[in-house]
């Protein structure tokens, strides 16, 4: 069926390296794509956000990328550092509705 | 502070008993979601809403209930008929497609 889905459940990273998060979508006629960071007890926390007719976004230490060819997305964060500890979701907005579609998450860990 | 307040923090439900749970917002969306989240797992939609006065089911809405009288409420109610109703319950808002969600910091809900 029709799904968004992560690669990797945990993701361990030293503090300072780089990390990135990849998540696999199968819709194709999704158009909308947005990364959530959320920590334990909390709500979701939006990230950053994509649309189909862009491959690359940048935000503060954030970099997402979309390729629409292989329906693949990544969200990667630059100089990791303990505060970035959290599960990262991606989520897929289909073209009808606003109602999006989540991942299961990836667990990343920041080593000291 | 404009955002999203869920109340309470934590529920409990007797057998047989509905429960309700609070969603309000005041950032002047006019679409809210209700969604529940398992132990390690992604975010399911249960309800949402894109305007007042009307709400539409979302994958798992059997055993729940919502009205949207007033634009910043989205109330949740879960029935006796949900006979798993232990979760991590989150409630977002949007301002329209293509935006992303904003979401508040859940309600725990668990049977006694």
């Known amino acids: 069926g029709e799904s968004v889905g992560l690669h990797l459940p945990t993701l361990s990273v030293q503090e300072g390296d780089n990390s990135i998060i990849n998540c696999a979508y199968s819709n194709s006629a999704s158009d909308y794509f947005i990364w959530y960071k959320q920590e334990s007890g909390k709500g979701p926390q939006f990230i950053i956000d994509i649309r189909s007719n862009m491959d690359k976004r940048q935000g503060q230490r954030v970099t997402v990328l979309l390729n629409k060819t292989v329906k693949h997305l990544s969200l990667q964060i630059a100089a990791t550092q303990p505060g970035d500890s959290a599960v990262y979701f991606c989520a897929e907005n289909r073209a009808a509705g606003n109602k999006l579609t989540f991942g299961g998450g990836t667990r990343v860990l920041v080593k000291p | 502070d404009g955002g999203i307040t869920q109340s309470p923090k934590y529920l409990f439900r007797k057998e047989g008993q509905n429960v309700t749970l609070s969603c309000e917002q005041n950032l002047n969306h006019d679409a809210m979601y209700w969604y529940r989240q398992d132990p390690g797992q992604g975010l399911r939609l249960i309800y949402y809403?894109?305007?007042?006065?009307?709400?539409q089911k979302g994958d798992i809405a059997e055993g729940y209930s919502v009205s949207r009288e007033k634009k910043e409420s989205f109330p949740l109610t879960v029935t006796s008929a949900q006979k798993n109703p232990t979760a991590f319950y989150l409630c977002?808002?949007?301002?329209?497609?293509?935006?992303?969600?904003?979401f508040g910091d859940g309600t725990r809900l668990s049977i006694l």
């Open positions: 809403s894109q305007i007042v006065n009307d709400f």
């Open positions: 977002a808002s949007s301002h329209d497609r293509d935006q992303p969600q904003h």
